[in-house]
Structure formats: C-alpha cells, structure tokens
C-alpha cells in the first residue's frame, strides 16, 4: 500500500471597515466562480506564511495578522489521500489593489451579496459559514477522491 498523499492550501477573507470581503471570481477550469484568495501551501512554508503571501501574489495587498477561521477536510477513507484546506480572515492590510492575475478578477464585495450570490465556485457556499457566521472549526467530508460532492460535516468550536 502507498503513503497517503496530503494536499494543503489556504484561503482567506480579507475584511474592510465597511463590512466588504476581497473577492477571487477565478476563472480556472478546476474551482470557477467566486471565491476568497488563497492557494498551495509551498514545502517548507507555514500556513500562516502561506496566506500572506498568496494574498499578496493574487491581490497585491499585504496582510497582517491573519488568525484561522477553521479548516475545512477532505478525507478519502480507502486511500487514505487527504485535502486540507486552512482559513484565515485579515483585517489589517495595505498597498494596492491589483485588478487581477491569471487566477481571475479581485473586487470587494457585500458579504450578504456573497452569499446570496449564484456565481460561487462549487461548495464555496458551505465554507461561508466558517468564515462569517463562526461557531465552527472544522467543515469535513467523506471524499471519493475524484468528486468535490459530498455530504458535509460541521464541527463546533
């Protein structure tokens, strides 16, 4: 039997004083839609670490201080292959906004407009609750390691 392999990434909600959240819409094939930043944990690199710099590469903004919102597991029970994906929230940050990279377009945007919105990218909707209403660490799902649908599972703080 091999090793399992292990995925980790980030993502982040970046938060302005007026109630907005930097928004992603990606436009990549594999995670369209709307969604916050975030990406690959590089080996080597903390998870912390990892966040602020892809807030920078995909925003332009430097970010200070993130803090975790929750984790959000995907666990293939045969293969033992696991995506683990770390959230933070940012409330301090500067520079300037860049319009967008090859990941797609970044804008702020109405927290309730969010998540009333049709355009997420697919289960996007189920990290929301993470992110903006708290009360949870961990969103987890039984993975069949191909499929992104699957019956989720919150876990409390």
Known sequence: MSLPKIKLYNMTMVCDDAGHVLVLDRVKTDWPGLTFPGGKVEPGESFVASAIREIYEETGLEIANPFPCGVVHWAHKESGNRYI???????????????????????WMDREELRASDRLSPNFDLYLPLFLDGGYSELFFDWDGESWNAEPKYYPI
């Open 85 to 107: 994906e770390y959230l933070y929230r940012a409330d301090s940050f500067r520079g300037t906004l860049k319009e967008g990279t090859d990941e797609g377009r970044v804008f």
